[in-house]
């Protein structure tokens, strides 16, 4: 495998909403840098990225993919990302281990929502970035009308490095403003240089003035030279340019039509022109394990061992497949690293590079080079792997919260047997799943950022560790309490031929403030009930409040005072007061006005300003009371509180009413009072189910 030093790698994500065409422009720039011999295509399950069956089946990216491209000297590392809002996931740790990002946008339908939130957590994250236009060569296909719609939505000058040759059926290439040479494909997909035809030499002049005042923008001496008037050269262009796009100051753009092979070439070039190479980056700001304080890593190949675990891959037959990115020092393989976060030693085998599902076998990967091990124990997505003698815990990987979730119910009891084991190693390859068992409801639940999240999940969970499911939405974890006080008594007496059971329990029911949780209180007088009687009694209530009385929810803030009962001499015993606790409870409730309570939720919402409106409407309709507005940025973020059984299929609303631009975050609050014509249906729908058990 040919060696590249620092300066001569680049690390790229694809990323653009589904439908865009960026893993058939993946394929395409391997094909153009003579990596694979055949043209992968999506549409007819032959992609190098798109290699799951999963993938394979729905024609689109479900995962993301490691390849890499040999161009000009250089190797072109790229991640292949799924474009559904709900998969966004699998973004945030492709972006942490890259240096830039291609934004893929349909020349049809244009800057998508899902496509601009990837370009916020790039820009978070500093990198470089750049537009390919895709797809010129469809019927209603448009370029310059999305130049001014870019432009808004980035907030920065959107500067074209291409020009189109025609639109649609007549779309024939590229000019490339900076060569001054056009780009068109020949017959076999492979990219060819010719002369400017004469009828866009206009247009061309007009680009490159375009482009030489965004160069400017990015040095201050360029800029200097530009306001005198004096013309910038090939080279003061492109240095300019570099500089700009680096920090984030212009958003160039590119066209093609990567189905056709038309712009891969000229995407390579401009990948090497314009990203930086890692060893370029600055030093990366870590911290000391178990600590605050903070280390600066250098991003150097002589330095100790410092990379970051940015994927995991589950197999129940290889075991897990990990991809990391070394950004100082160099990992062999058959040696052994440190694991920060868990502070354990790992044994490496065979290190990887990745083309997609394929492998080759490497000796070591150094900084700037992402690569892939089998088999470790102790290392998770996010985790940081570092070198003898050195120890440093990189930032955590972010991750969207959950907006979905789903009751799970293995099918059979085999299913039950590994379910759990299952589901565990599916939110290890995917940590924007959770998985928990809800104390309050007893169900286990499956959380995701969307429907498809889910069923893709459980898509995987079937196909690889064959464990089937059942899904139903989740129970809401209300609870019951009372607002008034009742006395009631609670008898419990059998008698089955010897020794029978008798015990009487008498109990005061009352309501205590929100929050309060339960209080037992014995005020027994005299001998009514004897001491060693009455943590029996305590028991019984306990052990039926957990079910709740009206509606089958537990029982909270309110007290139970124990103030009278009788026992037998013979005949009382431990059970016999469990049960009177139980039936005085029973007894009590309903008569002191029971009510039931809902948990409410701490929602952040943030959304383009236009939809605001919306919304907020949208909240009003779920019982939401809406707290306030603030700008943050470009958007605009709604706090509110609101009931948590509204909130289960909001993602999906959400994304609907904002095109998929939308976002949203909650925290459990606190609990309210159920309105009553809301509660009603519940109590009658426990009742019912009640009865047919």
Same mark, same amino acid.
């Given at each position: 495998?040919?060696?590249?030093?620092?300066?001569?790698?680049?690390?790229?994500?694809?990323?653009?909403?589904?439908?865009?065409?960026?893993?058939?422009?993946?394929?395409?720039?391997?094909?153009?840098?003579?990596?694979?011999?055949?043209?992968?295509? #999506?549409?007819?399950?032959?992609?190098?990225?798109?290699?799951?069956?999963?993938?394979?089946?729905?024609?689109?990216?479900?995962?993301?993919?490691?390849?890499?491209?040999?161009?000009?000297?250089?190797?072109?590392?790229?991640?292949?990302?799924?474009?559904?809002?709900?998969?966004?996931?699998?973004?945030?740790?492709?972006?942490?281990?890259?240096?830039?990002?291609?934004?893929?946008?349909?020349?049809?339908?244009?800057?998508?929502?899902?496509?601009?939130?990837?370009?916020?957590?790039?820009?978070?994250?500093?990198?470089?970035?750049?537009?390919?236009?895709?797809?010129?060569?469809?019927?209603?296909?448009?370029?310059?009308?999305?130049?001014?719609?870019?432009?808004?939505?980035?907030?920065?000058?959107?500067?074209?490095?291409?020009?189109?040759?025609?639109?649609?059926?007549?779309?024939?290439? &590229?000019?490339?403003? $900076?060569?001054?040479?056009?780009?068109?494909?020949?017959? /076999?997909?492979?990219?060819?240089? /010719?002369?400017?035809?004469?009828?866009?030499?206009?247009?061309?002049?007009?680009?490159?003035?375009?482009?030489?005042?965004?160069?400017?923008?990015?040095?201050?001496?360029?800029?200097?030279?530009?306001?005198?008037?004096?013309?910038?050269?090939?080279?003061?262009? $492109?240095?300019?340019?570099?500089?700009?796009?680096?920090?984030?100051?212009?958003?160039?753009?590119?066209?093609?039509?990567?189905?056709?092979?038309?712009?891969?070439?000229?995407?390579?070039?401009?990948?090497?022109?314009?990203?930086?190479?890692?060893?370029?980056?600055?030093?990366?700001?870590?911290?000391?394990?178990?600590?605050?304080?903070?280390?600066?890593?250098?991003?150097?190949?002589?330095?100790?061992?410092?990379?970051?675990?940015?994927?995991?891959?589950?197999?129940?037959?290889?075991?897990?497949?990990?991809?990391?990115?070394?950004?100082?020092?160099?990992?062999?393989?058959?040696?052994?690293?440190?694991?920060?976060?868990?502070?354990?030693?790992?044994?490496?085998?065979?290190?990887?590079?990745? @083309?997609?599902?394929?492998?080759?076998?490497?000796?070591?990967?150094?900084?700037?080079?992402?690569?892939?091990?089998?088999?470790?124990?102790?290392?998770? /997505?996010?985790?940081?792997?570092?070198?003898?003698?050195?120890?440093?815990?990189?930032?955590?990987?972010?991750?969207?919260?959950?907006?979905?979730?789903?009751?799970?119910?293995?099918?059979?009891?085999?299913?039950?047997?590994?379910?759990?084991?299952?589901?565990?190693? !599916?939110?290890?390859?995917?940590?924007?799943? @959770?998985?928990?068992?809800?104390?309050?409801?007893?169900?286990?639940?499956?959380?995701? !950022?969307?429907?498809?999240?889910?069923?893709?999940?459980?898509?995987?969970?079937?196909?690889?560790?064959?464990?089937?499911?059942?899904?139903?939405?989740?129970?809401?974890?209300?609870?019951?309490? #009372?607002?008034?006080?009742?006395? &009631?008594?609670?008898?419990?007496?059998?008698?089955?031929?010897?020794?029978?059971?008798?015990?009487?329990?008498?109990?005061?029911?009352?309501? $205590?403030?929100?929050?309060?949780?339960?209080?037992?209180?014995?005020?027994?007088?005299?001998?009514?009930?004897?001491?060693?009687? #009455?943590?029996?009694?305590? *028991?019984?209530?306990?052990?039926?409040?957990?079910?709740?009385?009206?509606?089958?929810?537990?029982?909270?803030?309110?007290?139970?005072?124990?103030?009278?009962? *009788?026992?037998?001499?013979?005949?009382?015993?431990?059970?016999?007061?469990?049960?009177?606790?139980?039936?005085? !409870?029973?007894?009590?409730?309903?008569?002191?006005?029971?009510?039931?309570?809902?948990?409410?939720?701490?929602?952040?919402?943030?959304?383009?300003?236009?939809?605001?409106?919306? #919304?907020?409407?949208? !909240?009003?309709?779920?019982?939401?009371?809406?707290?306030?507005?603030?700008?943050?940025?470009?958007? @605009?973020?709604?706090?509110?509180?609101?009931?948590?059984?509204?909130?289960?299929?909001?993602?999906?609303?959400?994304?609907?009413?904002?095109?998929?631009?939308?976002?949203?975050?909650?925290?459990?609050?606190?609990?309210?009072?159920?309105?009553?014509?809301?509660?009603?249906?519940?109590?009658?729908?426990?009742?019912?189910? *009640?009865?047919?058990?």
């Amino acid at each position: 495998m040919k060696l590249f030093a620092p300066d001569k790698m680049r690390n790229v994500v694809l990323a653009g909403q589904a439908g865009c065409g960026k893993t058939t422009l993946a394929d395409g720039m391997l094909y153009s840098a003579g990596m694979v011999n055949r043209f992968g295509k #999506v549409a007819d399950g032959t992609s190098h990225f798109d290699t799951e069956p999963e993938e394979i089946a729905r024609k689109s990216s479900v995962f993301s993919t490691t390849g890499y491209a040999e161009w000009k000297g250089y190797r072109i590392t790229v991640i292949d990302t799924p474009g559904f809002p709900d998969l966004l996931g699998s973004i945030p740790g492709p972006l942490a281990v890259v240096e830039g990002v291609v934004l893929v946008i349909s020349a049809v339908d244009g800057l998508a929502g899902q496509t601009k939130r990837t370009w916020d957590m790039a820009k978070r994250n500093g990198l470089a970035g750049l537009v390919f236009v895709n797809r010129m060569d469809n019927d209603r296909a448009e370029f310059a009308a999305h130049l001014g719609t870019m432009k808004q939505r980035f907030g920065i000058p959107v500067v074209p490095l291409q020009i189109p040759m025609g639109a649609s059926e007549s779309f024939s290439g &590229a000019i490339d403003v $900076l060569s001054g040479k056009a780009m068109n494909a020949d017959e /076999t997909g492979k990219e060819q240089q /010719t002369e400017i035809p004469d009828e866009y030499t206009d247009e061309y002049e007009i680009a490159r003035e375009a482009l030489a005042e965004a160069a400017a923008e990015g040095d201050d001496e360029l800029l200097e030279k530009y306001l005198d008037g004096q013309g910038l050269t090939d080279q003061e262009i $492109l240095s300019g340019l570099r500089s700009a796009i680096a920090d984030g100051k212009v958003m160039p753009v590119l066209c093609g039509a990567a189905e056709k092979g038309i712009g891969t070439s000229g995407l390579l070039d401009s990948i090497l022109k314009f990203f930086p190479a890692p060893c370029e980056f600055p030093p990366l700001v870590a911290r000391k394990p178990n600590s605050d304080e903070e280390l600066t890593v250098e991003r150097s190949p002589e330095g100790p061992l410092t990379a970051l675990a940015f994927k995991t891959v589950a197999d129940p037959y290889v075991g897990r497949l990990t991809y990391f990115r070394v950004f100082s020092g160099t990992l062999k393989s058959d040696s052994e690293f440190h694991s920060s976060n868990r502070g354990q030693k790992e044994r490496i085998g065979q290190l990887y590079l990745m @083309q997609g599902k394929e492998n080759s076998p490497v000796a070591s990967v150094t900084a700037g080079e992402i690569a892939a091990v089998a088999k470790l124990e102790h290392t998770n /997505t996010g985790h940081t792997m570092c070198g003898e003698g050195s120890s440093a815990v990189l930032p955590e990987l972010v991750y969207p919260r959950p907006s979905v979730w789903l009751a799970v119910h293995p099918k059979t009891r085999a299913d039950e047997d590994k379910m759990g084991i299952s589901l565990r190693r !599916l939110v290890e390859e995917d940590p924007s799943l @959770q998985f928990y068992r809800d104390q309050g409801t007893g169900e286990t639940l499956l959380a995701g !950022l969307g429907d498809s999240h889910l069923s893709l999940a459980i898509e995987r969970a079937k196909r690889k560790f064959g464990v089937e499911v059942d899904t139903t939405l989740p129970k809401v974890p209300y609870k019951e309490t #009372v607002r008034g006080k009742a006395d &009631a008594e609670g008898k419990h007496k059998k008698q089955t031929g010897g020794a029978g059971q008798f015990a009487v329990a008498v109990v005061e029911v009352s309501g $205590l403030p929100r929050g309060s949780g339960f209080e037992f209180e014995n005020n027994i007088v005299g001998a009514a009930i004897s001491t060693k009687y #009455v943590p029996s009694v305590e *028991k019984g209530v306990r052990d039926r409040m957990v079910r709740g009385i009206i509606a089958g929810y537990p029982m909270t803030d309110f007290k139970v005072r124990l103030h009278d009962g *009788k026992e037998h001499p013979v005949d009382s015993n431990d059970i016999s007061f469990q049960m009177a606790g139980r039936l005085a !409870l029973e007894a009590a409730v309903p008569l002191a006005q029971p009510y039931l309570l809902e948990p409410i939720m701490d929602v952040d919402i943030t959304v383009p300003e236009e939809n605001i409106g919306d #919304v907020i409407g949208d !909240l009003n309709s779920r019982r939401g009371r809406v707290l306030g507005t603030e700008q943050v940025g470009e958007t @605009q973020v709604v706090r509110a509180q609101v009931p948590l059984a509204e909130l289960y299929r909001y993602g999906a609303d959400l994304r609907s009413m904002t095109r998929g631009e939308g976002s949203f975050a909650m925290e459990f609050a606190h609990y309210e009072e159920v309105p009553s014509h809301v509660a009603e249906p519940i109590i009658a729908q426990a009742k019912k189910d *009640k009865e047919q058990n």
